[in-house]
C-alpha cells in the first residue's frame, strides 16, 4: 500500500478516538453528536481507503471497509487528496479547488452531510477560550454594532451591562495633530451611537420574535386569505414546519412559474458582522435559490450619485469625494466650514457613533468660523454655535447659485484653478448672469425663493470667497443625506459640487468635509468590510472579486436571475404587474443610465417575497402602497427572517426568528464598510478590529441568520454548497486568517480578548490630503483603487473620471445621455421643486415636511419594542399609556393651530395620515415641520393602508414620485402636509381643494 494511503487509513483510524476523546472532555460536544443517529461512509475515489463511522446515542464506532447501507457517503479523490482535505488545518485552495473539481463528494441528504460537516469542522474549536472573567460570575465579551463597538458583561446567560470599549496600555497609541501652535488628541476609546446603548432593551424586548410562527388562517394548500396580512394573528409552529413550507414555496413558485418568481427583498442595513451581515450569509443564499433582485436606490447619497458625479466621478463613491487626511488639512489651513444641510451630531451616517464630536469640538480652539445653512437649527449647530441660515426646503440650489454669482460679479474664485483644472464654467457663467434667460442669479432673485434676506446671502459669499473654506456638505461633509434627498437634489448637490470646484477643491484649507472624515490612521492594514462580501462567494454584486476573494478562497455564487425590481416600485411591480428603474452601478458614470424594466422578458412574474431584516413601511416613500401591495392575492407568499415581531413582519405568512448579534458569532471592523464606502474607517479616532462574541446564547428558538440559510437551503439540497461543511466560528476564524491581523496577534490572544487596535501611521508618512494631487496637477496618489484604468481619458491615475479628466461645469456625459432633459440638463439649472411652494397643493397643504435619518434610531432597528431610546422625549413621548412619534413645529404654526408642547396632532396629505406628538419650537422657520423617519412601529387604528397611524410611520406621507424621471431615486424630503389636533379618529383626511393629485407638475 502506498505511503498517502497508509497515511490516510491511519488518519481516519484515529478519527474515531478524536470524536470520543473531545465527547468525553467537551459535554456540549457530547450533546452534539446524541443530535442524529447515522452511518457515514468515507472512502476514496479508487476504493483503497475505506472506513465506516456510525453514530448512535452519542456514541461513536468505527470499522474499516465499506457499510452495506451508510446514510451518508464521503468520496476523496484519491488519499493524497484526503490527506490534504482532513488535515487539523485545511488549506481553504485545496477545498475549493476539490469541491469544485468534484474530487470531494458527498452523498446522501444533504442537512446530514451538513451535520457530520460541520461537526467535524467543530473539532479544532473545543479548546478555545474567549472573554475576560471579572469575579463574581461575570464575564466580559466584545461585540460590535451598527453604533460602535461594546464591552457586554454577562453573568448566568443574561447581558446586565454593556459600555464603550477603553483601551488599556496594551493596545497601540493614538494619533496626534499639531495644528496652530497646539496639539489634538482624541481619547483612547471608542464612543456609541444612542441606538447601540439601548441594545440591552431591544435584545429582552417583548417584541423579540422567539419561535417560528405562522399566520393563522394562512394555509399553503388552501386559502391564503392574502387580504387578512396585518390583520389575522399568528400561531407558534415547529421549525420543521417552517422550512418545510418555505422550502416547498421556493421549490412550487420555481417549478411552476419559472425563473424570477422569487423576489428577495432586505433592507438598506443589517446587525453588523461580515458574516451574518446581508451582503455575506443572505447574498449567497439568495444567488443559491435564484431570486428577482430589488435594486436599491443609493437613498443617502441621492443627488450626489445621480447629479455631482457628472461633473467630478467618483462614482465607487456614489458620487461623494476622497476622504484621505482631511482632518489634519482642515485644522492646520481652513479658515471657516460652512455646514450645508449637515448635522454630523445626528445623522452622520455610517456607523461612526460620535467618533467626530470630540474633533468639531476643536474647532473653537482653533478660531474655525462655523455657518449651518438648514432650514432646522439642528443638532450640530446647537452644540457648536455659528451662524444659522434657513432657507425654505428644496430651495437651497438658488442660494448656492447666487452665491456662485457674487463670486462671479467680484472676482472672488479661483480663476487659475478654473482655467487650468475645470472645462465649461463660461457656459455656466452665462447663466447665472442671466445671459441665457434673462435672470441673473443674484441674492436678490433668491430671496424670493429662499426667504433668506439678500444681504445675508451676499455676505456669506463675500466671507466665504475670501477665506480658506471646508464644504460640510450632508451629515457625512461630503455627500451623504440631508438635501440630495429631495425633489431638487439632484441640483443641490451639483451646485455645491461647482461651488467647491470654483474655490479650488484641493487647496490646502479648500475640500469637503466637516472633521468627520479623514483621521491619520492606517489604511494599508488588510481587513475586509462588510461590503466586501464575507462568505457570498458573490463576484458581482460585493467587492469581494477586488478586495478579498484572493485572500479567502470560496465558492463562488452566482444569481442565475437576470430580472430586477426597482426598491421604490416594489408596489407597482406586485400591484400593476410592471415596473422601470435605473440602476446604481459604481464601475463607471454612465452606469447609471442602463433603464430595467420588470417584467423581464421571459422571466416569471413575482409570486414570492422573502423579505429579509428592516421594514419598507417605516423606511420606502408613501409606504400605504407597500401595505397594500402585501395586503392582494397577486402576491401568494410572504415569509419574513426577523428578530422582532413588529411593522412589516406582521404581514408574512410564514415569521422565521432571527437572532441579535450578540447571540451568534462574526467577526468586523468598526466602521469598516468597504465597498461602495471605501475605507470608512478614516471616520474613526481608532481602527478597531472586533471579534464579535457570542455573548449569550439565542433567545427562544432563535437561530443566527447563518443558520437559518443553512438549515433551509439543507431542505433545498443546497446545505453543503451554502455553509461549505464550516460553521460560522469556522468562517470567523477563515476572515481572521485573510487578513492582516495574524501578523500582530494570535489567533488565541484574539479570540479572547476580543478586538485589535491597529497602530496609527507615523506622521511622516501619513496619506496626502484628498484631490490635493489634483490641485497639483500631479498623478492620483490616493489610495484607493478607483477609478479603473479603462475611465481615465489621457494616461492613467491622471486627471479626474470625466470625459475630459477635468471637472466639467457642462457635463459631458449629460450631454451624450440627453442633451435636451429639462430635470438634469448639462449645465445646472435652477427648477423650483414640484412639491412645495410653487406647486398648486401647496394652497391646500402649507407645511412642508422634512425627515431626515433618525439621530436616536438607526432606520427601525432600536426603535419601538419598548426599547430605553422610546423614553428620550425628542424621539418618542409618553401619553396616556402610548409612546407617540415627534413631531417638530414652528411655535407661530403651532399657535395658529391651536397646537401646544405634547399635544397629539394629525399630520395628513391625500397618501395618509399619521398621530404625532407635538414639539414646538423656535428652531424651525413658519411653515416647516421636521420629523425623524424609519419608524419601527405602524399601528393603523382601523383596516391597514385605510386608516389613520399612530405608530409614527411619516414616510406614508412622502412623495412615491422619483427625484427625476431618469433615475431611480427618493425625493422623501419634498413632502407638503398639514396638521391639526387629533379628535381621535381613525379615518384619513383629506384639506378640501380642486382634487389636485399630489404628484402633479408644479
Known sequence: MALAQVKFSALLYGL??????????????????????????????????????????????????????????ITVANAEVGLKLFALNVDQVERVEAIKNFQLKADGPDELVVWFTQTMNMIPTLGWEYGTALGNGVKRYVTNTNGGPLFVHVKDDRIVRMTPI???????????????????????????????????????????????????????????????????????????????????????????????????????????????????????????????????????????????????????????????????????????????????????????????????????????????????????????GGKWIAPRPGTDTAMAMAIAQVWIVEGLYDKQYVAERCVGFDTWRDYLLGKEDGIPKTPEWQESETGVPAREVRALARRWGSRKTYLGAGGWGNGHGGACRSATGIQWARTLACLLAMQGMGKPGVNYGLLQWGTPIDLSFSFPGYADGGMSGDLEGTGLAISLYLRMPQLPSFNPVTQKVPRLRIPEAILEGKAEGYPWDGKTIEGQFQKFSYPKPGHAPVQMLYKYGGASIGTMNDSNRYVKAYRTDKLPFVVNQSIWLEGEAKFADILLPACSSFERWDISEFGGTGGYALHGQTQMNHRVILMQHKCIEPLGESKSDFQIFT????????????????????????????????????????LKKGYFVVPPLPEERRDPPSLRWFYEGRKKDAPEPHPLPGDYTEKFQEGLQTQSGKFEFECSSLKRFDPDDPERPPIVKYVPSWEGPRCAQYRRYPLQMISPHSRFSYHTMSDGKESAVNDIKEHRVLIDGYYYWVMRINSEDAAARGIRMHDLMRVYNDRGAVICAAHVTPRLPRGVVHSYESSAVYDPLGEPGYSVDRGGCVNQLTPKRSIAKKVTGTAANSCLVEIELWDGSAELKRAPGQGEEMEAQP
Open 16 to 73: 474515531k478516538h478524536v470524536l470520543q476523546l473531545m465527547a468525553r472532555r467537551h459535554p456540549h460536544f457530547r450533546r452534539r453528536l446524541g443530535e442524529r443517529n447515522l452511518t457515514v461512509q468515507m472512502q476514496t475515489g479508487d476504493n483503497t481507503v475505506e472506513r465506516h463511522f456510525t453514530f448512535i446515542n452519542g456514541k461513536v464506532s468505527s470499522a474499516a471497509g465499506r457499510h452495506a447501507s451508510p446514510a451518508i457517503t
Open 166 to 384: 477603553e483601551f488599556d496600555d496594551s493596545d497601540a497609541p493614538t494619533w496626534s495633530i499639531e495644528a496652530r501652535g497646539k496639539r489634538y488628541t482624541p481619547p483612547r476609546q471608542t464612543t456609541v451611537a444612542p441606538h447601540t446603548m439601548c441594545s440591552k432593551s431591544t435584545i429582552y424586548s417583548p417584541s423579540r420574535l422567539l419561535y417560528p410562527m405562522k399566520r393563522v388562517d394562512f394555509n399553503p394548500d388552501g386559502e391564503r386569505n392574502c387580504h387578512n396580512r396585518g390583520i389575522s394573528g399568528y400561531e407558534r409552529i415547529s421549525w420543521d414546519e417552517a422550512y418545510d413550507i418555505v422550502a416547498r414555496e421556493i421549490q412550487r413558485v420555481k417549478r411552476d412559474f419559472g425563473p424570477g418568481a422569487i423576489m428577495a427583498n432586505h433592507g438598506s442595513h443589517h446587525t453588523w458582522g461580515n458574516v451574518g451581515y446581508y451582503i455575506s450569509a443572505a447574498y449567497k443564499f439568495f444567488n443559491a435559490i435564484g431570486t428577482t433582485k430589488v435594486m436599491h436606490n443609493p437613498d443617502s447619497w441621492e443627488g450626489w450619485y445621480w447629479g455631482a458625479m457628472h461633473h467630478f466621478g467618483h462614482s465607487m463613491r456614489l458620487g461623494q469625494t476622497e476622504t484621505y487626511s482631511l482632518v489634519e488639512d482642515l485644522m492646520k489651513e481652513a479658515e471657516m466650514v460652512v455646514f450645508w444641510s449637515a448635522d454630523p451630531e445626528a445623522t452622520s451616517g455610517s456607523y461612526s457613533a460620535f467618533e467626530g464630536t470630540s474633533r468639531r469640538q476643536w474647532l473653537h480652539d482653533l478660531g474655525i468660523e462655523l455657518v449651518h445653512v438648514d432650514p432646522y437649527y439642528n443638532h450640530s449647530a446647537a452644540l457648536l
Open 711 to 750: 438549515e433551509l437551503a439543507s431542505r433545498l439540497g443546497l446545505g453543503t454548497y451554502f455553509c461549505e461543511g464550516m460553521t460560522e466560528l469556522d468562517w470567523v476564524k477563515k476572515m481572521f486568517d485573510a487578513s492582516d491581523l495574524p501578523k500582530h496577534i494570535s489567533w488565541k490572544e484574539f
